[in-house]
Structures are given as C-alpha cells and as structure tokens.
T-cell receptor, first 122, second 109 residues
C-alpha cells in the first residue's frame, strides 16, 4: 500500500516553544496533503488542506498563525506549531492524497494517512 | 459534504463475519465511499474504496446498493486484531474528508 511517514513520532516540549512536524509521501506524489488533530477517544478533526506551492486552506476555528503549514514539494508538507501551549497537546495526523495520474497503482484521489505524531506540551 | 451515519459500537467474536453499515443519504454523483481502520495512537489505515456495486480485496468487501445511499463493510472471519475503530467516509476528487464518530468494533475470544 501507499506509505506516508511522519517525523517525529512523538515530541515533548516546553510551553512557548515551536515544534515542526514533517509529513512525507514515500512512494507516490501528492499535490494535496491534509493535517488533522485527534484528542483522546475522539474522531479526527481536519485542521487544514495543504497544496503544493500555494498557501494552505484552514478550517474554521484553526489559527493559521499558530499552525504554520508549508508544502514545498510533491512529497513533503510540514506543520509547525508555534508558541505551543499545553492545550495544543494532541495527536497530529497527516494524510496525502495520491494524485490521479501519478498514483503508481494506488487508489487515485484516495487519502493515505501517516502514523501520527504525539505532541505533549509541558 | 456528504454526512455519514454509522453505529457507535459493535461486538463480535473471533471467526465471525462482521458487517458494518453506513448511511450517506446525500452522497453526490462524483463521491466515492472509503473505509478506514484506526488502532489507538495510529493513523487511519485504508481498507477499501468503491463507487457502486461490490468491491472485494484481500481484507474486506464493500457492498453498495444501486441508490448509493448506504454501504456495508464486510469483514470475514474477524480476529482479535480486528478490534479497532472503523470510519466510513464519502468524497472524491478534490473534496476534503470529514470524519464522523466511526464504529468501535470489539472482537471477543
């Protein structure tokens, strides 16, 4: 199946610091990637849509200046949580949508998810 | 965006077939139906995707009636390792996916 990686898998930081999370599609190209947040026992909540070479589109209620997203290439998107606070502690998950004509056998236009990043802000 | 409705939870026993039905009454013409499986502290894993009729792969089958207003994920002969949350999503093309609550499946010995 399609492989999406995230780094780091878990991070602990002090309040006020910034944390960067990387999301990579390893065996397919993804013009579009998505970032989700998931709190314990809850479903995934979409934060933003990241398009290669353009600005991200944020969901209502998500602060774009706090959650900086960069999608510099067809295989890499990054999420930076700036000035993190304890309430930002959560499980962050990215997904990459396999481009229709470069899917390489993957289900086209399907989102494949990374393993997630556990962020703990002290 | 098409909204989906699934049972909150289901229980089964090892070796049984499990069918999880999802309702999506306002599915759009170009929407696909995709099912994901999620274990605790892991990202969702793609299970199966379909548009109409029946789709089968090595782990599951997906049944979609002609009106496409519902779909059923069928897991043959479940094992303890199939205990997870299962999400049904509808969308396609460049539409974003909105996750519902999912179905918590518990498989018992």
């Amino acid at each position: 199946g399609a492989v999406v990686s995230q780094h780091p898998s878990r991070v602990i930081c002090k309040s006020g610091t910034s944390v960067k999370i990387e999301c990579r599609s390893l065996d397919f190209q993804a013009t579009t990637m998505f970032w989700y947040r998931q709190f314990p026992k809850q479903s995934l909540m979409l934060m933003a849509t990241s398009n290669e070479g353009s600005k991200a589109t944020y969901e209502q209620g998500v602060e774009k200046d706090k959650f900086l997203i960069n999608h510099a290439s067809l295989t890499l998107s990054t999420l930076t949580v700036t000035s993190a606070h304890p309430e930002d502690s959560s499980f962050y998950i990215c997904s990459a949508r396999a481009d229709k004509y470069t899917a390489g056998g993957k289900a086209a236009d399907t989102q494949y998810f990374g393993p997630g990043t556990r962020l703990t802000v002290l | 965006l098409a909204k989906t409705t699934q049972p909150i939870s289901m229980d089964s026993y090892e070796g049984q077939e499990v069918n999880i039905t999802c309702s999506h009454n306002n599915i759009a013409t170009n929407d696909y139906i995709t099912w994901y499986q999620q274990f605790p502290s892991q990202g969702p894993r793609f299970i199966i995707q379909g548009y109409k009729t029946k789709v089968t792969n090595e782990v599951a089958s997906l049944f979609i009636p002609a009106d496409r207003k519902s779909s059923t994920l069928s897991l043959p002969r479940v094992s303890l390792s199939d205990t997870a949350v299962y999400y049904c999503l509808v969308g396609g093309g460049y539409n974003k996916l909105i996750f519902g609550a999912g179905t918590r499946l518990a498989v018992h010995p």
